[in-house]
């Protein structure tokens, strides 16, 4: 057995439904704290597994549960089961073969993003989203700014290279450990920041989010209001925990601002 193999415990748990586990390799992951590629009697699966416990993202990852029957299999890989014990929860999602998008100027994968956002914004609101509102700009926002954020679309906002992946048929969103119910511009204006902080300039971007349809259609105070918002969420974060990626977001969605004049 190669890669990082999870506690004695975790993989106790997760053999029911894998089999004898033949192979574990590391795989990319933020948000939880195990993340692996394993091999088993029972097929080849990508795991998510936290500790089982308030404060260490178990919230996240039963959300990303409840959400995977409206986003899989269309733009997200199918979870095949679930498993939970006193000490961790566990996710168990197909493996695909894919890669990362670039998102840097001139790359070809672009068009293959907007269309990614457009299918998850034409996706019916699940009434299990309804009471998964979008608060994480509140706190930098007026009421009025506040206003404009809301509405009934699902959004992922999870936006960036290696959680956008393309694959020979097509392109995948992965990580949906935080959906929620919000303006629809949102995920193409979280698109366009991204990809100013991979190197194109303000309007390059704005050209590109516009081929999403929510973008589009949105009110362009709206927009102003959630480009100034998330100027200020960023800047906060940055001078919080002065990380190289932090101070980047930052710098990108300040560009983003002025370039709308705020």
């Known amino acids: ?156 906002t999870d936006i960036h290279p290696s959680n956008v992946l393309i694959g020979d048929d097509r392109t995948w969103a992965i990580d949906w450990a935080w959906p929620t119910r919000g303006a629809a511009f949102i995920a193409p204006a979280l698109f366009a920041v991204q990809l100013i902080a991979a190197g194109h300039t303000p309007k390059s971007a704005q050209d590109r989010a516009a081929d999403c349809t929510a973008w589009r259609t949105a009110d362009p105070r709206a927009v102003d209001a959630f480009a100034t918002v998330n100027a200020r969420l960023w800047q906060d974060r940055a001078c919080r925990w002065p990380e190289a990626w932090l101070r980047a977001m930052a710098d990108a969605t300040r560009q983003w601002a002025a370039h709308r004049g705020l």
């Not at 506690?7 to 106790?12: K, Y």
């Not at 192979?23 to 590629?37: F, I, K």
């Not at 936290?50 to 995977?68: D, Q, T, Y």
């Not at 990362?100 to 100027?105: D, I, L, R, T």
């Open 1 to 156: 057995m190669s890669g990082d193999v999870p506690e004695p415990a975790c993989l106790d748990l997760i053999r029911p439904h894998t089999g004898r586990v033949t192979d574990v390799r590391p795989a990319r992951g933020n948000s939880s704290a195990t993340t692996v590629l394993i091999d088993g009697e029972r097929g080849s699966f990508f795991i998510k597994a936290v500790p089982n416990r308030r404060g260490c993202r178990r919230e996240s990852l039963l959300r990303e549960a409840a959400i995977n029957p409206y986003v899989a299999p269309a733009f997200s890989p199918v979870m095949r089961w679930q498993a939970e014990d006193e000490n961790w929860i566990v996710l168990g999602f197909d493996q695909i073969d894919a890669r990362p998008c670039a998102f840097e100027p001139g790359s070809a994968d672009l068009p293959a993003v907007a269309g990614l956002l457009d299918r998850i914004a034409a996706v019916p609101l699940p009434d299990i989203a309804r009471d998964w509102p979008e608060t994480r700009w509140n706190a930098h926002a007026t009421d009025a700014e506040t206003a404009l954020l809301r509405g009934d679309a699902l959004l992922y």
